[in-house]
């Protein structure tokens, strides 16, 4: 069956380190979207892409990137983490509508 | 600035209840709105509203949009202690863009 996958699931690092979260689907979606939910604040976007090689900023998009080599996958790349970061990342894709299909999160503590 | 205000924020039922979650919205460019399911883990997809006054409907749960007063409800019928979770509602702005805003969400605890 046709899926979205997140790795880790869980991660602790420390203040400054780069951390890099995986996305993969296998449903053949050009749309990716990363996404953290905070209490307080919902699900913000962080980054989106519509096809290999394009990337877009969301809402919440400093001290965060993404590349998109193929279809498959969106990695999300923390440059120098911060406190500020401790989040729940959550990957999600579509195919040309606007009903998104979410992976199961990554809990990020950032030390 | 595009607003998507969920109401109540937390809300505690009997089983057997209905309820009544709201969604309302200051935006340009309205296109869709969707509202999603989250319980202790990733959002699942419920229903996406695009036209006025056209209710959509999967079992228990049933929900409309309002275009001209700028709102959507859910409503959950008969409510089960499985249908405790997390309601996002989420509004598409742009067409063809595909992104979503979200509101806060609005924490639904049934109890026995």
């Known amino acids: 069956d046709a899926e979205i996958t997140q790795s880790p699931r869980h991660k602790i690092t420390e203040t400054g380190r780069q951390v890099t979260l995986a996305c993969h689907q296998t449903w053949n979606h050009n749309n990716m979207f990363w996404y953290r939910q905070d209490l307080g604040h919902g699900l913000r976007l962080i980054h989106y892409s519509y096809g290999v090689q394009d990337t877009n900023k969301g809402e919440v998009s400093d001290g965060y990137s993404v590349s998109r080599s193929n279809t498959e996958d969106l990695p999300l790349t923390l440059e120098s983490a911060a406190s500020s970061q401790t989040s729940v990342y959550f990957c999600?894709?579509?195919?040309?509508?606007?009903?998104?299909?979410f992976g199961p999160g990554t809990r990020l503590t950032v030390t | 600035e595009d607003k998507v205000v969920q109401s109540p924020l937390s809300l505690v039922v009997h089983e057997g209840d209905t309820v009544t979650l709201n969604c309302s919205y200051e935006v340009t460019n309205f296109r869709s709105l969707l509202w999603y399911k989250q319980e202790k883990k990733a959002p699942t997809f419920l229903f996406m509203l695009t036209s006025s006054g056209i209710e959509k409907k999967s079992g228990r749960l049933s929900s409309i949009l309002d275009k001209k007063e700028l709102f959507s409800i859910l409503n959950i019928t008969a409510t089960q202690t499985g249908d405790s979770a997390i309601y996002l509602c989420?509004?598409?702005?742009?067409?063809?863009?595909?992104?979503?805003?979200f509101g806060k969400g609005t924490k639904l605890s049934v109890i026995p």
């Open positions: 989420a509004v598409g702005l742009v067409a063809g863009s595909y992104q979503l805003t």
């Open positions: 999600a894709s579509s195919a040309t509508g606007w009903e998104q299909y």
